[in-house]
T-cell receptor, first 111, second 113 residues
Framework: GNSVTQMEGPVTLSEEAFLTINCTYT??????LFWYVQYPGEGLQLLLK?????DKGSNKGFEATYRKETTSFHLEKGSVQVSDSAVYFC??????????FGTGTSLTVIP | GEEVAQTPKHLVRGEGQKAKLYCAPI?????VFWYQQVLKNEFKFLIS????????ETGMPKERFSAKCLPNSPCSLEIQATKLEDSAVYFC???????????FGQGTRLTVV
């Protein structure tokens, strides 16, 4: 079946620190992979995506590379800001009938 | 429209009452998804549509939940005889095509008292 496993949080970092949030997936075939971000009281916003192996998605300084050999899609950012504090969700879509979400990782960035 | 519009933002119902939530997908999007967010982070899939046809309803508690997406009308999710455990934020999302990104609405917070 399809599933996403995401590193447990919460994660607390100082401003300008390096961020990695691990995400691995299980799926048959060739799913599309996504990172979404949720700010308090809001819906999910698409952060980045990758649709095939070795694709790198990037947006607002965040990056993630679709690694089929390790079934991973880890999120990274070189220098986090206070405004990056949010909950981050890794997700996959395989046959298009639904999106499978990880459990979310809460990030707090302190000045 | 250019964003997924969900109404109402907040809904309070007494246990046993009916609740109806609405979602207007982005114009031109063929796929609509409903999710329930409980326990702050977990997203539980409920149902998806391809145009007005049910695509996947494996997440729906069918005895009390129903949903529709009719042409030229907002999609709807209805809960008959609400229970305390139905208290959650319900998100709707739409996408243009299979396996493309989904765009989410701001959610409807349902509180059952």
């Amino acid at each position: 079946g399809n599933s996403v496993t995401q590193m447990e949080g919460p994660v607390t970092l100082s401003e300008e620190a390096f961020l990695t949030i691990n995400c691995t997936y299980t799926a048959t075939g060739y799913p599309s992979l996504f990172w979404y971000v949720q700010y308090p009281g809001e819906g999910l916003q698409l952060l980045l995506k990758a649709t095939k192996a070795d694709d790198k998605g990037s947006n607002k300084g965040f990056e993630a590379t679709y690694r089929k050999e390790t079934t991973s899609f880890h999120l990274e950012k070189g220098s986090v800001q206070v405004s990056d504090s949010a909950v981050y969700f890794c997700a996959l879509s395989n046959t298009g009938n639904q999106f499978y979400f990880g459990t979310g990782t809460s990030l707090t960035v302190i000045p | 429209g250019e964003e997924v519009a969900q109404t109402p933002k907040h809904l309070v119902r007494g246990e046993g009452q009916k609740a109806k939530l609405y979602c207007a997908p982005i114009k031109g999007h063929s796929y609509v998804f409903w999710y329930q967010q409980v326990l702050k982070n977990e997203f539980k899939f409920l149902i998806s549509f391809q145009n007005e046809n049910v695509f996947d309803e494996t997440g729906m508690p069918k005895e009390r939940f129903s949903a529709k997406c009719l042409p030229n009308s907002p999609c709807s999710l209805e809960i008959q005889a609400t229970k305390l455990e139905d208290s959650a934020v319900y998100f709707c999302a739409s996408s243009a095509d299979r396996n493309t990104e989904a765009f989410f609405g701001q959610g409807t917070r349902l509180t059952v008292v």
